[in-house]
Every structure is written in structure tokens, then in C-alpha cells.
């Protein structure tokens, strides 16, 4: 992680035919659970590939080995409710992430994030804080609640977004310019309603059937 915003927009053939399924409105929500879980831990797996590395040491059954795991505690944040599909794959692969909430909605006439939960585990100097959210639309959410962390004692983190609009790429980076930003995809743009075009839709509602 560092000082200045890192852009990494994930390229892997697999990461982008997960994508694919997601934006496709006639995937149905089991359907559209799964390829959400699956592309979630592609891009978390490139956070892990980023961060300190402690050396480990264990006996097998024929002697010493030495070799590496993950450096820094990991806090897992969701932004309500959406992400909740994504750190779900993301806990699978790392177990020892602990878990954090924040819950806000969009008001639907300003566009500005309202909150209405917090809870997030106790962090230290050196926690990985990983925020979560499908959508980086207007960045007003992800902005509120990189503030709030900041607050909460978070020194490092990292963002997690399956697709991106340019605008809140600018929004997140001006506001917090330490903040890396991890992505399957930057889209055209936002419309009326702030939602990224072309986008995947309403990805809560997609995932949990509320359409």
C-alpha cells in the first residue's frame, strides 16, 4: 500500500468471465451469488499478493521447513448490503480476517450516503483494513466510510470494487489519495439515478432477489 493511490484494474481472463455473467441481466440470482463469490476472491487474492510477508517455520513429517504466510492482521469491511457476497469468498480463502459492517444507503434524492450501523473489530497499526463494496458509483459511500475507518484507529486501506465509474475513482482518490483501489472494470459513466452505465444493475437487488 502507499502514500498515493494505486489504480489496479485486474485484467485476469477468469476475474472478466465472472464479470461477464454478473452484467448479463438474465443471470438469476443463485447464479449471480456465485460468479459474485468467485470474482470477489480473484480480486482479494490481489490484495494478498501485496501484502508483508512473516516467515513461518513447522516440522513435517521428514524435518524443518521454512517458508512465508500473510504479515498484518486483516479486517474484511462490507458496505451494506451488497458486498456481503463478495466477503463471503473472501473469508473462505482467509479465514483469520476478522469482520467489520458499515451500513449505508444512497438517498435517492441527493445522491449522498445516510448511515444507520457501525461495527467494526478492534484494529491495530499494522491492520490491513480491506473495504468492500460491488459498485464505486458516485464514491460519496466509499468516501463516508473511508472516513469513519480513519476515525476507528485504520492507518491501511484497501478498496475492493467490481466496477468503477471514472467519477468516483476521482471522487475516492482526491478525498483519501492513500487509499489503493482494486477493480475488474471502470465503466462509461453514471445516469439519473447514479448508477454506473453499463454497468450490472442493482447488485443487491440482483443477488438477493429484490428486484
Known amino acids: 500500500m502507499t502514500a498515493k493511490s494505486a489504480i489496479h484494474i485486474i485484467s485476469h481472463p477468469l476475474l ?6 454478473l452484467r448479463d441481466k438474465n443471470t438469476e440470482p443463485p447464479k449471480f451469488r ?3 463469490k468467485e470474482a470477489a476472491k480473484i480480486l482479494f487474492w490481489e490484495v494478498l499478493s501485496r501484502v508483508p510477508a512473516k ?15 500473510v504479515g498484518v492482521d486483516i479486517i474484511l469491511v462490507n458496505i451494506l448490503r ?5 466477503t463471503e ?9 476478522t469482520m467489520g459492517h458499515i451500513g449505508l444507503y444512497r438517498d435517492e434524492t441527493t445522491l449522498k450516503p445516510v448511515q ?5 473489530p478492534r484494529m491495530r497499526k499494522d491492520t490491513l483494513v480491506v473495504l468492500v463494496d460491488p459498485m464505486l458509483a458516485t464514491g460519496g459511500s466509499a468516501v463516508h466510510a473511508v472516513k469513519l475507518l480513519k476515525k476507528q484507529g485504520a492507518k491501511t486501506i484497501a478498496m475492493i470494487s467490481l ?9 475516492l482518490t482526491r478525498a483519501h489519495p492513500d487509499v489503493d483501489i482494486y477493480l475488474a472494470a471502470v465503466d462509461e459513466g453514471l445516469n439519473d439515478q447514479g448508477f ?3 454497468g450490472l444493475g442493482d447488485c443487491g437487488d440482483r443477488q438477493f432477489g429484490t428486484l
Open 16 to 21: 472478466q468471465e465472472h464479470l461477464m455473467r
Open 34 to 36: 456465485w460468479h459474485l
Open 55 to 69: 516467515k513461518i517455520a513447522v516440522q513435517t513429517p521428514l524435518g524443518k521447513a521454512e517458508g512465508i504466510g
Open 82 to 86: 451488497a458486498s456481503l457476497g463478495m
Open 89 to 97: 469468498g473472501m473469508i473462505e480463502i482467509y479465514p483469520k480476517a
Open 116 to 120: 444507520y450501523y457501525v461495527k467494526v
Open 163 to 171: 466496477i468503477a465509474a471514472n467519477k468516483g475513482v476521482k471522487v
Open 196 to 198: 454506473i452505465v453499463p
